[in-house]
């Protein structure tokens, strides 16, 4: 049976009762045994429903607004070959989109009505149109000087915006007050959510033909997706589907790069960074409530985490638009790390990546990102 798990102190509870953290304060993992039959997946839709038995919602609690199995094309990325999912393709234009349709259906099957948020970001979007698929009432805190570029989207779901003055801290600390009362959909504390990105790995390895890459390179803020990408690709090496984890690459920006500086000085925690403006703005942050784990995630597989300057990022980002693709700039970091992995990489490896959001998130910009 499916339950929580606390990583501090081991106590277990019923997932059908709502909670978003343990009583002593520990963060929060799914017990959880998939199956999956590559047989029985091949004739399924195209969403990332069609790995049923691998996910954690009950059968017919399933919530989709037509999203996952996105195209894995060919991108020359640091003068080579490199598989890149394109992910800004989703019904809200990022990733987030996996772990939103995994937690909120969850959220409905469980009999939730009213949920809170923190995010002014892609994460925000997500849960607020999957909110709005399910009749969820949506709160959404965000920072009072926000740019506006996704608020728009946010509300046009019928989400209800709530500006908080101070810091990216103090807005989640309004959240998590507003949780007491309210059910908490978070991506960063709630399991079900890394369980709904956990099927970019799943995907990736239907697309090669039921095997692993050597190498995949993904963005490194919260790490929604790098950790639901480990659970994936650990599930799959467990059922037998993949010999082994592919080597994780975490990529963060230069200005904010709490990961790779722990990584670099062989550290087992992740300190808090000061965070400086950056194009990759979805992926900084100071803190990541789940560091350790990224850090044992990429030490496990034998990775490593990339920090890219703005200038790569810019020029990452100009480059994809070259090429056909209208990327967000945060989304054009993960590809600067790509071409700087992919430079020295061995001949014939198998290099995977992905875009994360669609350019038009940030469409206030795009002229001066591209004209400057």
Not at 340 to 355: K, L, N, S
Request: net charge negative.
């Amino acid at each position: 049976m499916t339950r929580f798990v606390c990583r501090d102190c081991g106590l277990d509870f019923d997932v059908m009762v709502p909670r978003w953290r343990c009583d002593c304060g520990g963060l929060l993992d799914l017990d959880f045994t998939p199956s999956l039959d590559p047989d029985r997946v091949a004739g399924r839709p195209a969403t990332l429903w069609r790995y049923r038995e691998a996910l954690p919602v009950p059968e017919g609690a399933e919530l989709t607004l037509g999203e996952g199995f996105t195209p894995m094309v060919e991108v020359e990325l640091g003068g080579r070959g490199v598989l890149v999912k394109q992910e800004q393709l989703f019904p809200t234009g990022s990733y987030k989109d996996r772990g939103a349709a995994i937690m909120m259906a969850m959220a409905a099957h469980i009999g939730v009505t009213d949920v809170v948020e923190d995010s002014s970001g892609n994460a925000g979007c997500a849960v607020s149109a999957f909110a709005a698929k399910a009749g969820i009432r949506c709160r959404i805190f965000v920072p009072a000087d926000n740019s506006p570029g996704k608020l728009g989207q946010i509300e046009l779901y019928g989400a209800e915006l709530n500006p908080v003055p101070g810091s990216r801290e103090d807005t989640a600390a309004a959240c998590m007050a507003a949780a007491r009362d309210h059910y908490y959909a978070s991506h960063v504390y709630n399991p079900f959510f890394f369980h709904g990105t956990k099927t970019f790995a799943y995907e990736v390895v239907e697309q090669l033909g039921w095997k692993g890459p050597d190498t995949v390179i993904l963005p490194a803020g919260n790490g929604t997706l790098l950790l639901g990408a480990h659970i994936g690709f650990r599930e799959l090496r467990d059922m037998g589907l993949i010999e082994r984890v592919p080597r994780l690459v975490a990529v963060q920006s230069a200005r904010c790069a709490p990961l790779c500086a722990a990584f670099a000085a062989g550290a087992d925690t992740v300190d808090a960074a000061i965070s400086e403006p950056t194009l990759a703005e979805g992926i900084a942050i100071g803190l990541p409530m789940r560091g350790q784990q990224m850090l044992e995630a990429v030490r496990n597989t034998g990775g490593t985490c990339l920090a890219v300057a703005e200038e790569a990022i810019l020029a990452a980002f100009r480059d994809a638009g070259r090429k056909g693709y209208c990327i967000e700039p945060t989304s054009a970091a993960v590809a600067a790390g790509a071409a700087q992995y992919a430079r020295d990489a061995a001949p014939g490896e198998t290099i995977v990546t992905m875009f994360t959001g669609h350019g038009l998130k940030v469409g206030d910009k795009l002229h001066k990102l591209v004209s400057d």
